[in-house]
Each structure stands twice: as C-alpha cells, then as structure tokens.
C-alpha cells in the first residue's frame, strides 16, 4: 500500500482512561484542516508488558500504512514511555514534556506516580459530585421544587432549550447543583416568573435558542405538532426572552455553543468558581 | 509579604472554556505532591485586550505573592499568547508546543484558528449527543422498557451502586445510549436476570460495589433503614454478583473508581469504541 498522505492515524495512549487526552489532542490535531486523523484511544496501559504490546501495534499500523503515525501519551511509568517511544511513530509526550518543564522551573523533582488525574470513587468531592448528579436529576423540568434553596444555580427556559443537558453537565464536571425550570405558555400569558421561583432569583440564569432550531428539535420529538411549529417556537422564544429582559436574569443563547461552552458561561455569570472534575 | 514556597497559584488560561486545560493541569500538577496548588481557571480569553487584563491579574498575583504563579495556556492567538507570555509568571503553552512540534513532524503549517476543541450546537455529532442524554435519562433505573433495543449499552446492578452517574457519563461524553436496570431482590429469589433483559442480553454490563460503601451511600438516602443496613447490602451483593457469574455478564467494582474510570472499561468491554466529546 502507498502513502495517502491526507489520512493520518493517531493512538491516544494513556494509563487511566485517556479522555484528556483525547480532548486536548483534538485540540490540536483541529489545527491542521488539511489532514484528516484517524484517533484510536488506548487506554488503561499500566504496564510495560501492555506498554510493549502497544508498540507492536503502532508499528504493524505504520507497516501497513507506509506512514509513522502520531501518538500522544500520557503515560508516567517511564519503561513504558521508552517502549512506545521506540516504536515507528512521531512520539508526542504530552505529559512528561510538561512535568520536565515544571521540574525545571520549580527546581523539585516529580513523584512519578501513575493514574491520578481523576478523583477514585471513595473521595470527599466525589460524594459531592453524586450529590450534585442526583440533586440535577431530581430538580429536572421543575419536576421536585422542594429544595431549590439548595440549589447552586437554577436554569430557566422555554420546552427543549437545552436546559437538562446543561444541568447535568454542570453537575458531572463541577459538582454544581443545577436545577431547572420550564418557562411555559402560561407563564407568558401571565406575564411574570413562575411564583415558585420568586424566592431564588438571584439563582436564576436563562436559555434561550433561534426560534428555527427550536422547531427542528421540537419537530424530532413530536413532528408536525403545533409545539413544534416555527411559529409557537418564534412566540416562546421572544415572549421567554423580553420575560428574562424584565426580570432581569442573565442569560444566553445556546444555539451554537456546545453544552461545554453554555455551562462555562453559566458558572462565570453566577459567580461560581468551581474545580473541574 | 514573603514567599510561601508551598503554595504556588495557577492560572489557567484558554480562549473557550479550561475544561480540558483544567484537567490535564490538574494531571500534571499531581506529580508534585509536596506543593499546594491553587488554580484559577481564565475562561473565554478570546482577544488580545482580554488576553492584557489577564496579564495584568497575573502580575499583580506574582507581586502580593512575591513568586511567580505558573499559566496554563491554551490560547491560539499569537498576539494573545505574547501578552500573557510578557508577564511575571512561569509560561507553560499546552498549546503551541505541539502543534510546533506537528508542524516540524509532518512539515505542513497550521491553521491557527481558535475554539474547535468542542462542537458547537449544530453538528450531527452534538445531536447524537443530545439525542443519547435524552435515551439514557428516559432509560434510568429500569423505568421505560421500550427501546432498549436501541441502547447501546445496558448496565445492570443494585440500587445505588453508580448505575446512573455512569450512564450520564456515557451518554454526555461518548454519545453513548447507555440504559440502567436495577438488580432487586425479587430477582435474587427468583435466581434469575429480569424477563425484560433477557433478549438483550449481550449489551449487558453489571456494576458491583463493596456492600460496606454501598451501606453508607444508602445510608445517605434512608437513614437506619432495613434497606442501607450492612445485612441487607452484603446479601443484595453476594446474590448479584453471582447471578451475573451465573448469567456470563462482564462485570467490575466501582468502590474504588471514578466515572471516568468506571465509564471507559465498560466501553472497552463491550467493545464500543466512540470518541470524546
């Protein structure tokens, strides 16, 4: 087989589960439009002997492919990281480049200790975390409005928004207690907050989202439903946003942020300064 | 004020949200165990004015500390970076180190171009996400038996052993339709799985946990209850072990892991493999 020399394979290889790793190497991998990648994650290489087994398998795929392909490692176990190293491949050392770089800044020499980049399951902010999944859960569509005061933040918006993949987001990765809360039909008719939520609005944050894209997902649940139509999303949609406008609760449209990005933004409004998980 | 060596201020700087720059810091960092980290996450730096503002908080952080604090950056932007870089401070670009090193590796130049490590709201990709987030919430703990064979993944076990947080994970990270079912006495006296999982029985994947640890999380929920009493938990999970031995389904402990970890080996035993959101 010849060279194609715009598809390139890339082994995301790592001791723990290697989801940083992938994040951040499609960060940087997003930099060169001009090559498709191809990402195999191995993870859980916590072993030379698994280490070794690795670097046969990046050097039958460069074999194969007449092509070095790009590995990112976070491995710590330094036999391992010199197995895969000598391997057929462009070897990109995400994590010791930078704990040499911090050993040379700081003066101190690293621990070298494997697998710690997540909390195990027995930690104090690991509770926490479940507390907060599980508060999420039961505060979702304003289905529990018994202990919202408990709440970090409460979401408000109209039908399929994207206030529950929010919600559960910012549980998931920092342990906030996000519930949220429909604004419905009524509630414009009215023309004020749900009183429920009269007591927490300085938790309250709002979603919002192009009328258009609205329709769309609405018409993927129930199709050629009147909830569905452009022209009831328009009317929620605007009714929902000079409500929001009145009250004065900070909000933000979701329509092209991914929910990393809405929930980011979310915790910097409200003033929640949290770690990430 | 004079320096306090082992307390050292980390800056985390990126032009979308420090999630990942976050997280891979915090991976870093942890091999340096005799240091106190404090870390500020500088989300949404996407100017080089806002990029001077950052600066300037980190000099004045370097000058109250008299030590300079360590930047994490994932900026993009050349003329963003510089600002940064120019301060007091120990500069670490996750970034631009590697895509330096990509660029010379396989002699092309980058694009440059800033924010693409998540999707944004309107991909096919962010939908399946969503679309999964949706599946996985309606097929929590066993509660809508239709469309289980659309899932992905079915994840059996006791009450409270981390069927949930799991399954949200699955879903938020990989697009993973991942249902939970639970394990209930009735089904330990009967010695058999549930009816309802019998015709999906290769998606299963079974979750235990040490009946001391799933004691104390019930005890959380039920206080003094017949239901979180040690008893209770070792019978639930000796008889669900066995059952799934019995019944051939791959199953792990999660005393000791967390979602990530728990997450990625389900993954990897069902033989799905997605990539990271």
Chains 1, 2 share one sequence.
Not at 116 to 127: V, W
Not at 265 to 272: I, P, R, T
Request: net charge neutral; glycine share 4%.
């Amino acid at each position: 087989m010849t060279s194609s020399s715009n598809v390139r394979t890339v082994f995301i290889v790592s001791d723990s589960t290697g989801v940083t790793a992938e994040t951040f190497s499609n960060s940087v991998l997003s930099q060169f439009e001009q090559i498709k990648f191809e990402l195999i994650r191995i993870p859980f290489i916590d072993s030379p002997e698994k280490a070794a087994a690795t670097a046969q398998r990046i050097n039958l795929c460069a074999q194969a492919q007449q092509q070095r392909p790009l590995v990112f490692s976070t491995l710590v176990n330094q036999d391992s990281v010199l197995k895969i190293r000598e391997a057929d491949c462009i070897f990109l050392d995400l994590f010791g480049t930078f704990v040499q770089n911090l050993e040379d800044a700081l003066g101190i020499k690293s621990s070298h200790s494997v697998g710690r980049s997540h909390m195990g399951g027995s930690s104090k902010e690991y509770s926490n975390r479940i507390e907060a999944i599980n508060f999420t859960l039961a505060h979702d569509d304003g289905q529990f409005i018994h202990g919202l005061k408990e709440a970090d933040v409460i979401l408000v918006g109209v039908s399929r928004c994207g206030k529950t993949p929010t919600s559960l987001y910012l549980a998931m990765q920092y342990a906030v207690k996000a519930a949220n809360f429909p604004l419905i039909p009524e509630d414009f008719e009215r023309g004020s907050l749900p009183a429920t939520l009269h007591p927490y609005r300085h938790k309250l944050f709002g979603l919002s989202i192009q009328p258009s894209r609205l329709s769309e997902v609405r018409n993927e649940r129930r199709p050629n439903s009147e909830y569905a139509s452009l022209k009831q999303c328009r009317y929620e949609v605007a009714e929902a946003e000079r409500l929001m406008r009145m009250e004065n609760i900070p909000w933000l449209s979701t329509t092209t942020k991914s929910i990393e990005e809405i929930s980011s933004k979310v915790l910097e409004d409200v003033g929640l300064n949290r770690r990430v998980f």
